[in-house]
Structures are given as structure tokens and as C-alpha cells.
């Protein structure tokens, strides 16, 4: 059974960076597909990016330009990478594998 760690949330400042982590117990298979959501209060959770089985990454447009993510198959850890957050970003962060949750971390962005 696979377990999803994450980390590297956090409070940040407007225009600030954080990358989140997510690694896995196990070996992360080529084949799988790999993505970040976010649920903000009183909203839904919406998928933020993801790295598909061919290799292509999809972005939502409100992080396109700001948002990367990316894989080390080495460590067996998803990571993103978030650049110039705004206070919308505000939210919780999971990643996903095929059918994996992790356990979400808050990501705040205040001043």
C-alpha cells in the first residue's frame, strides 16, 4: 500500500515562493498519473496541475506562468513548485497518484 507524504507548506508573503513535496513510499511508476489539487474554504477542489502518462503537464489558467510541476523518480517525490502567490492561492494543497490522496498541506498567503 502506497502512502503520500507531503510537505512545504506554509505561510508566505504576496509575490513570495514555496515548492511542496509529496513522496511516496513506494516507487512511482512511469505510467502513473501525477497531480496537485487545492480546496479552498467553501469552494471545491480543483486540480491545479498534473504531469500526464506521456510526460505532458496540464495547468489550470489562474496558475499558468506562476505554477511548475515536476517529478524525481530517484526520490519518488511530486514536487511543485509555486512562484509569485497571491492571496487566491490561499488554500490546501494535495497531491495525487492514480487514486492516492495525500493528506493535504495549508498553504496561506497573506501580509
Known amino acids: 500500500q502506497v502512502q503520500l507524504v507531503e510537505s512545504g507548506g506554509g505561510l508566505v508573503q504576496p509575490g513570495g515562493s514555496l515548492r511542496l513535496s509529496c513522496a511516496a513510499s513506494?516507487?512511482?511508476?512511469?505510467?502513473?498519473?501525477m497531480g496537485w489539487y487545492r480546496q479552498a474554504p467553501g469552494k471545491q477542489r480543483e486540480l491545479v496541475a498534473a504531469l500526464t502518462i506521456g510526460g505532458g503537464t496540464n495547468y489550470a489558467d489562474s496558475v499558468k506562468g506562476r505554477f511548475t510541476i515536476s517529478r524525481d523518480n530517484a526520490k519518488n517525490t511530486v514536487y511543485l513548485q509555486m512562484n509569485s502567490l497571491k492571496p487566491e492561492d490561499t488554500a490546501v494543497y494535495y497531491c495525487k497518484i492514480n487514486n492516492l490522496w495525500g493528506q493535504g498541506t495549508q498553504v496561506t498567503v497573506s501580509s
Open positions: 513506494e516507487r512511482i511508476f512511469r505510467q502513473y498519473v
